[in-house]
């Protein structure tokens, strides 16, 4: 025993309650040998010091080829400790054993709490404080004196004490542990009153006697919390008592029940109230006991805004003040107010009389909508009686204006007097009641008026005074007078019907009306017959309108009368009767009878015109010759010029004295004179004209009929025909105009004879007609085989110009215009050929098929020439590479591994269009070289093919350049023939990205595309493969999560995040909060991949009070 030993294994002797310890033993002989196989015979003991207790060990070989044994046991209790090892008499050497067992993991449910103070009933807003303390399975405190460190965040919650719903806890709150300590503190501040539970553990279990019962008092009373409440609304009716309860409250909105009573104090909101003229209402606050609240009491007559301040000496309660209305009382008809709008009480006849009401109750309020509800039931009756005829009724009835508080009685009056209102409601008469008014005429009627002659007389002499007097009356018969109540007068239309000038020549004027109410119309009527004068306005006449009246003639005015030659004609023949006609008029040119009129009254005498001598008047009669007409007749003898002078001794008659030519009917030809612009040169289709004077061997005038005359016309010495006009000259004798429009240009001879005699006195008139302006639809537009052309080349037609009689070289200027169809920009020269012709060259260099249309003038359809339009067709040119050009057909961004393809368009210098059938020359002639932008390469490129689109039948303009790249970047394509470039030698750029995402390679999993609750965490793990099945690394921002409820009432955004472990491997979460049937849609780069429909259950339910 002495020589045998122990020792902790790995020298660790400090242990976790609970746990399995051993200690390694060595047992010698006396001789030191190991005795392994040796029973053993110790007995173990543990001590903290003081007590000693037997220990229960197992003992075991320690090891394989070892001569340890181990003594194994279980301490569960936390301490210092010593183990004793012996045989009962003797121990082994070194023994005792020091060892220590420190505190297990934290059980949660060992684990005690209780109320810090032993207090668990608080006031609202107070601390609160709960310890828990922090145990082991075996009933050891976890803390640094047992040796641990650890602590446990224990879940904590506030629930209802009643029905165990979940109560949100202000500022509830589990402290960090302090060091060394076994206990974890909570704390929070309640605000709420009433009794809850304090439930403390983990997810699965509760601490020993969780829950934990507690009690929330409400705090002092807090003035600002408090709030007022109309138990009955806050609309009360003047003289009824009104009343307001006063709630208390803490700064936490509990209810406080001590006899606490506010102050309150009623104020006017009402303008027409002064300040400080409120009369007292009363007002009483009293405390309800064994409630929460005051309650005031108050009675006011006066109806308006009111406001209620509640309060203390300091502050008011939440809601102050409270504003109430008083609404009036019923209406009392001693107490209503009746008024003449605007104090007055005349009215025109035919218009609204009014007279206003003002509802009051018996305090004097205004009933009206406003002041709480108008009473439509308030009835009143009226009667008018007054000095005229009432019986006739005035529909008198009642109009309601519920904002004002205002009954209106309207009626209509027609009859001009003085009348009086009664009103009376079925319990009294209104005060003031009757209620005098009266009524004056109303505007004039127009139609309504009446007119007379004065004195009866409608017939005057031309030039005296004329008066018809207007009686003015309105529309219901009354008289509109100073004696009626009005001093109107109406600007009345007067007119002679039919002779639109009277109102001017005639001196009209209309006299305003004197005291009984007439207008005078006064005028001078000057001409004679029978008239119709119509008065009114424009578009009626006064009654009776028009009046007749009947204008006669004055005396003969021998200055006034006028005169004229027989049909007009001042030529006469010798020998034979002249015949001149009077008409006698009065000073204002009215015409007079010629009943009773002879020579007498008149003289008349014939002067010669050379030389003014008297001729006297041979044979003269004066006859008769109409109602209104003398016919004045005398013999001539002589021929020439003569003056014919009439009127009388003192005076001649207007026009006087008077021409008149006496001729013989003795044509010389050579004494004609022939003259005119018409015998000069002129142009084809103008009219020419000229003059024939034709006279007697003395040089007088002779007289010839018009179909005596001829004219003939010769051109280039043949005869021709032109349509000739020969008529007399009005008021001549013997003077003859030619008309004629000569349309062929040419030289032409004029003779002119008078039955058949050529006139003139020499050879025929020599004249040219010289061609027309050009007139476009005559001129050709010709051209020889022009229907195929090349882009760049010329081609050339002709145009032959007419004017519109198809004479050739038209003179005046010539504007020969090209228009092509569809327009096209094309360089146009115009050669004047000098005769007649123009040679037109047009260089197109846009290949087409074209309408040419040709114009001789501006572009208009009326200046378009014959034989236009006229189609050709420009082809394209031979291909120039550096016009040729290029475009990517699937755009120039690509998919990795996709074809690129490149669609090469062939064009000549001139950008047209070259088609070509299927040709190899086309397709070799072209060359593809693909680099980089910064100019490295060629890069390599697979599958290169350079195709065309045509067939051997079908041309094409179009080439394909096709090939594939796998790696990805910025490039620029070049396209040549041999050292030239197409596109002028611009690149062509475009870039390798990464391919899209595959739908059917891509996945999509995780609580976030399946059904969840409301307020969880769901998350959605995306994994993106493109068609190939290559990871699709891609910016996060271009992978759009979305999750929006069906009813779209709510939208939300989810995060994407990049998950480094793997490329394209993504992960979205999102949390819906608002429970509801939701779609789910994950897109990437505007382009949805997939979308699910999921349901969002509601969550757990929590009530706050």
Request: include cysteine; aromatic fraction near 12%.
């Amino acid at each position: 025993m002495n020589d045998s030993s122990a020792v902790w294994p790995n020298g660790v002797n400090s242990f976790e309650a609970g746990s399995n310890s051993s200690l390694a033993i060595l047992q010698l002989d006396g001789f030191s040998n190991s005795i392994p196989n040796m029973e053993l015979l110790l007995s173990f003991y543990y001590s903290d010091g003081s007590t000693l207790a037997p220990l229960n060990v197992t003992v075991a070989p320690l090891e394989i080829d070892t001569d340890y044994i181990a003594a194994t046991f279980m301490p569960i209790q936390a301490g210092q400790y010593y183990l004793h090892v012996g045989n009962g008499s003797q121990e082994l050497q070194l023994s005792p054993f020091t060892f220590s067992v420190f505190s297990g993991s934290i059980a949660v449910e060992n684990c005690k709490g209780s109320w810090t103070g032993f207090k668990s009933t608080f006031y609202a807003g107070e601390r609160a404080e709960f310890n828990v303390l922090q145990m082991d399975g075996y009933g050891n405190n976890v803390s640094l004196s047992t040796g641990s460190l650890s602590s446990y965040d224990f879940s904590v919650n506030v629930s209802t004490a009643s029905d165990y719903q979940l109560f949100s806890m202000p500022s509830l709150a589990l402290l960090p542990p302090e060091l060394g300590s076994a206990y974890r503190i909570v704390t929070f501040y309640p605000q709420v009153s009433g009794t809850y539970l304090l439930n403390v553990g983990s997810d699965i279990v509760n601490i020993s006697n969780s829950p934990f019962l507690f009690r929330v008092f409400p705090g002092p009373i807090s003035i600002p919390t408090c709030m007022g409440f109309w138990p009955n609304g806050s609309q009360f009716q003047a003289g009824v008592n009104g009343s307001l309860q006063i709630f208390k409250r803490d700064k936490y909105n509990n209810s406080v029940y001590d006899p606490y009573v506010f102050v309150a104090t009623i104020v006017s909101l009402s303008s027409d109230i002064p300040v400080g003229s409120l009369p007292d209402l009363g007002v009483q606050v009293q405390n309800i006991n064994g409630t929460d609240y005051n309650l005031m009491t108050f009675m006011s007559t006066l109806s308006g805004d009111f406001a209620c301040e509640v309060g203390s000496s300091t502050d008011t309660i939440t809601n102050s003040p409270l504003d109430f209305f008083v609404n009036a009382s019923s209406v009392s008809t001693s107490a209503c107010l009746p008024s003449w709008p605007k104090g007055l009480n005349r009215f025109p006849a035919g218009t609204e009389a009014t007279l206003h009401v003002l509802l009051k109750d018996v305090y004097n309020n205004t009933v009206s909508s406003i002041t709480g509800g108008y009473d439509y039931n308030f009835q009143l009756s009226a009667d008018i009686s007054g000095s005229a005829n009432s019986s006739q009724g005035y529909n008198v009835s009642f109009a309601d204006n519920p904002s004002a508080g205002i009954k209106t009685v309207k009626f209509y009056p027609t009859l001009a007097g003085s009348y009086w209102l009664g009103l009376w409601s079925p319990s009294a008469n209104l005060t003031g009641s009757p209620f005098q008014f009266a009524v004056t005429a109303g505007s004039v009627s127009v139609w309504n008026c009446t007119a007379s002659w004065l004195g009866g007389v409608n017939v005057f002499d031309a030039g005296t005074q004329a008066v018809i007097q207007i009686l003015l009356m309105d529309a219901y018969g009354n008289n509109v007078s100073l004696a009626t109540g009005r001093n109107d007068s109406y600007n009345f239309v007067v007119e002679v019907q039919g002779y639109p000038d009277a109102i001017n020549n005639w001196n009209v004027t209309v006299v305003p009306q004197n005291f009984s109410g007439y207008q005078s119309v006064v005028f001078f009527p000057v001409d004679a017959g029978q008239f119709n004068l119509r008065i009114g306005s424009k578009s009626k006449n006064i009654s009776g309108s028009p009046f007749p009246l009947t204008v006669n003639p004055g005396f003969l005015s021998v200055p006034d009368c006028s005169g004229e030659w027989l049909s007009g004609i001042e030529f006469y023949l010798q020998n034979t009767t002249v015949t001149f006609l009077l008409y006698p008029k009065d000073v204002f040119g009215n015409a007079l009878s010629s009943n009773g009129l002879t020579a007498a009254n008149f003289t008349a005498l014939v002067y010669f015109q050379s030389n003014l001598s008297m001729l006297g008047v041979p044979s003269l009669t004066v006859t008769q010759m109409s109602n209104y007409s003398l016919a004045f007749r005398f013999n001539m003898t002589k021929v020439g010029r003569f003056i014919l002078q009439i009127g009388n001794a003192s005076e001649d008659i207007s026009g006087s004295p008077y021409l008149f030519t006496v001729t013989t009917d003795n044509v010389d030809p050579s004494r004609t004179i022939i003259d005119g612009t018409g015998l000069k040169n002129s142009t084809a289709g103008a009219k020419s004209e000229f003059l024939v004077q034709l006279r007697d061997s003395a040089g007088n005038t002779a007289y010839a009929n018009a179909s005596d005359m001829s004219v003939q016309f010769t051109r280039f010495g043949l005869p021709i025909n032109v349509t000739t006009n020969i008529s007399i000259v009005p008021k001549s004798s013997g003077a003859f105009l030619v008309a004629y429009v000569p349309t062929l240009a040419g030289d032409y001879k004029i003779v002119t004879q008078w039955k058949g005699l050529v006139l003139g006195g020499g050879p025929a008139i020599k004249k040219s007609v010289l061609p027309a302006s050009i007139y476009g639809p005559w001129c050709r537009a010709t051209y020889s085989g022009v229907s195929q052309g090349e882009a760049g080349l010329t081609t050339s037609f002709l145009v032959t110009t007419f004017d519109a009689f198809n004479n050739t070289m038209p003179t005046g200027p010539v504007n020969i215009s090209i228009k092509f169809s569809p327009a096209v920009t094309q360089a146009t020269t115009i050669t004047n050929n000098r005769n007649g012709t123009y040679t037109v060259k047009c260089n197109v260099t846009k290949s087409g098929t074209y309408g040419v249309f040709v114009y001789a003038g501006s572009l208009t359809p009326s200046n378009l020439t014959s034989g236009s339009p006229f189609q050709i067709t420009v082809s394209s040119g031979p291909i120039a590479i550096s016009q040729c050009r290029g475009v990517f057909m699937d755009g120039n961004v690509i998919s990795e591994g996709s074809a690129v393809r490149f669609l090469l368009l062939l064009r000549d210098k001139f950008k047209n269009k070259v088609y070509q059938v299927l040709n190899e020359t086309v397709t070799a002639m072209f060359t593809a070289s693909v680099y980089t932008t910064g100019g490295e390469g060629p890069v390599f490129t697979s599958d290169m093919t350079v195709q065309q689109f045509a067939t051997f039948t079908y041309a094409s303009d179009q080439v394909l350049i096709a090939f594939t790249m796998t790696e990805r970047g910025d490039f620029k394509l070049q396209v040549a023939s041999g050292l030239t470039k197409v596109n002028s030698g611009v690149p062509y750029y475009f870039s390798i990205v990464q391919e899209a995402p595959s739908v059917l390679n891509s996945t999509f999993n995780g609580t976030g595309i399946i059904d969840s609750t409301a307020g969880d965490l769901t998350t959605i793990s995306i994994t993106l493969r493109d068609h190939f099945g290559y990871p699709v690394v891609t910016d996060t921002s271009l992978i759009v999560v979305n999750a929006s409820s069906m009813d779209d009432t709510f939208f939300l955004l989810a995060k994407v995040f990049e998950l480094q472990a793997e490329d394209g491997r993504y992960v979205s979460n999102y949390t819906a909060t608002v429970a509801g049937d939701y779609t789910v849609s994950i897109s990437w780069s505007d382009v949805r991949l997939v979308s699910y429909n999921k349901t969002v259950s509601p969550g757990t339910s929590s009530h706050s009070f």
